[in-house]
């Protein structure tokens, strides 16, 4: 465990970090999940409704660091890609 002022500092930042990505990371899951279920029930108006829903959830998260842009950029263009197909 951290031992100076510094680190203690740090640990706090840290810890405060890694819940607020977690809140990102759960909420772009749930987003992507909503995609999905709609696509499996082949409801075409639900699922580009999930959809623009989900692109600035991700994007958002892409630009807090949480996701790489790219890997973002890859699920956004994988799902819209699936709903255009549908």
Do not use: C, F, W
């Not at 680190?7 to 706090?12: P, Y």
């Not at 810890?15 to 709609?38: F, H, P, W």
């Not at 623009?52 to 958002?60: F, T, V, Y």
Request: hydrophobic share 40%; charged share 35%.
């Amino acid at each position: 465990m951290a031992n100076h002022a510094s680190a203690l500092k740090r640990a706090r930042q840290n810890e405060k970090r890694r819940m607020r990505n977690k809140s990102y990371r759960t909420r772009v899951r749930g987003a992507i999940k909503s995609v999905r279920q709609a696509l499996e029930a082949k409801d075409q108006e639900a699922a580009r409704a999930a959809l623009s829903a989900a692109e600035p959830i991700i994007d958002r998260a892409a630009s807090k660091g949480v996701l790489p842009k790219r890997a973002a950029s890859r699920k956004i263009s994988r799902l819209a890609k699936q709903v255009h197909a549908l």
